[in-house]
T-cell receptor, first 111, second 114 residues
């Protein structure tokens, strides 16, 4: 398996609280991605990074911010969590134009 | 909006039968990829087909691509109960702003009965 870990794996939080999810890779891939997966929507891209400090928005970026200060780490922050952000979050890495390798996912519940 | 649309949404077959899933997309692509997801797990890459390829094989998997129709199909031959999973197509769009980004379809849920 590609060396990708996500933390935490499960989190329950309350509306209005900040939440940070971490993705860590040991593969030295340039590109890193954050997706959310919801029933009926497949995977939707939130943000991605094409290098240290280089990030861009995806399809569903509102309410999310990201940071990448090191090649191996990509952080996703929900500044003020809402119930609509309850989802499963996946991190992925790649060296385009090839395949993406996915982490195990983080299940986030916002009450 | 989703680039890839998959058909059928769900497929139920018996072990040993073949399973065919279809994917349609809207814009030009560099490549199209298929992924598998077991329940509660991350996605696993199965196969990538480039825009200048028409067919590709990997073990029991056969993928076709018709760029004129903007469609692809994934065939799993001699299916096994262990093939039960969700299958997603994903397109790597052509054009600078699309580089490195995949757009996923909503997936086909395949159930293979022993």
């Amino acid at each position: 398996d590609a060396g990708i870990t996500q933390s935490p794996r499960h989190k329950v939080t309350e509306t209005g609280t900040p939440v940070t999810l971490r993705c860590h890779q040991t593969e030295n891939h340039r590109y890193m991605y954050w997706y959310r997966q919801d029933p009926g929507h497949g995977l939707r891209l939130i943000h991605y990074s094409y290098g240290v400090k280089d990030t861009d928005k995806g399809e569903v970026s509102d309410g999310y911010s990201v940071s990448r200060s090191k090649t191996e780490d990509f952080l996703l922050t929900l500044e003020s969590a809402t119930s609509s952000q309850t989802s499963v979050y996946f991190c992925a890495i790649s060296e385009p134009p090839g395949e993406q390798f996915f982490g195990p996912g983080t299940r986030l519940t916002v009450l | 909006s989703q680039q890839g649309e998959e058909d059928p949404q769900a497929l139920s077959i018996q072990e040993g039968e073949n399973a065919t899933m279809n994917c349609s997309y809207k814009t030009s692509i560099n490549n199209l990829q298929w992924y598998r997801q077991n329940s509660g797990r991350g996605l696993v890459h199965l196969i990538l087909i480039r825009s200048n390829e028409r067919e590709k094989h990997s073990g029991r998997l056969r993928v076709t691509l018709d760029t004129s129709k903007k469609s692809s199909s994934l065939l799993i031959t001699a299916s096994r109960a262990a093939d039960t999973a969700s299958y997603f197509c994903a397109t790597d769009g052509a054009g600078g702003t699309s580089y490195g980004k995949l757009t996923f379809g909503q997936g086909t849920i395949l159930t293979v009965h022993p």
